[in-house]
């Protein structure tokens, strides 16, 4: 077993990259929001009172892409080269893909995963008002199955 990486008995740091070749890297990461179908209705008939969900979704999920070192301590800033955050629809539910690019020396999977959570929960806040029952609880909302779906590293760009 190698030893410990980022956290040991001398105290925390940041690992060392600077040895590692820049390659293409994409992480592609989703989960799901369910909501009650009448929530979904409203989302794709754009009649949600706060305003265009998934454009606010998309906006929170770069944004949140973007500052992945700030809410991750340990993670390297990564000079991202596209961010594309997508949405599939079912009945009772959204499913949020979250998909990072970048030629770097380490991986671009946490900033996925951390674009892809920031979006479910945007859409959360922009239909509380319609997911709370009547004392202000969400028995059905829920986000869940959120993982990384693929990893890619190469040495020739896609």
Same mark, same amino acid.
């Given at each position: 077993?190698?030893?410990?990486? &980022?956290?040991?008995?001398?105290?925390?740091?940041?690992?060392? %990259?600077? &040895?590692?070749?820049? #390659?293409?890297?994409?992480? #592609?990461?989703?989960?799901?929001?369910?909501?009650?179908?009448?929530?979904?209705?409203?989302?794709?008939?754009?009649?949600?009172?706060?305003?265009?969900?998934?454009?606010?979704?998309?906006?929170?999920? %770069? +944004?949140?892409?973007?500052?992945?070192?700030?809410? @991750?301590?340990? /993670?390297?800033? %990564?000079? +991202?080269?596209?961010?594309? @955050?997508? $949405?599939? $629809?079912?009945?009772?539910?959204?499913?949020? !893909? /979250?998909?990072?690019?970048?030629?770097?020396?380490?991986?671009?999977? *946490?900033?996925?995963?951390?674009?892809? !959570?920031?979006?479910?929960?945007? @859409?959360?806040? *922009?239909?509380?008002?319609?997911?709370?029952?009547?004392?202000?609880?969400?028995?059905?909302?829920? @986000?869940?199955?959120?993982?990384?779906?693929?990893?890619?590293?190469?040495?020739?760009?896609?």
């Amino acid at each position: 077993m190698k030893g410990l990486t &980022h956290v040991d008995e001398k105290g925390v740091k940041m690992v060392e %990259i600077g &040895h590692k070749d820049v #390659v293409y890297r994409r992480a #592609v990461a989703r989960g799901r929001i369910r909501l009650k179908p009448e929530t979904v209705k409203l989302i794709r008939e754009g009649k949600i009172e706060k305003g265009n969900v998934l454009a606010a979704a998309q906006i929170a999920g %770069i +944004l949140a892409v973007k500052r992945t070192p700030e809410l @991750i301590p340990l /993670c390297h800033p %990564i000079p +991202l080269t596209g961010v594309d @955050i997508t $949405f599939e $629809f079912g009945e009772d539910y959204i499913e949020v !893909t /979250c998909e990072v690019r970048a030629y770097y020396k380490t991986g671009v999977e *946490m900033e996925a995963l951390t674009g892809a !959570t920031v979006a479910l929960l945007t @859409i959360w806040d *922009m239909v509380k008002a319609v997911e709370k029952d009547e004392r202000g609880q969400y028995p059905y909302t829920r @986000i869940e199955e959120v993982r990384v779906v693929e990893k890619v590293k190469s040495y020739n760009s896609q």
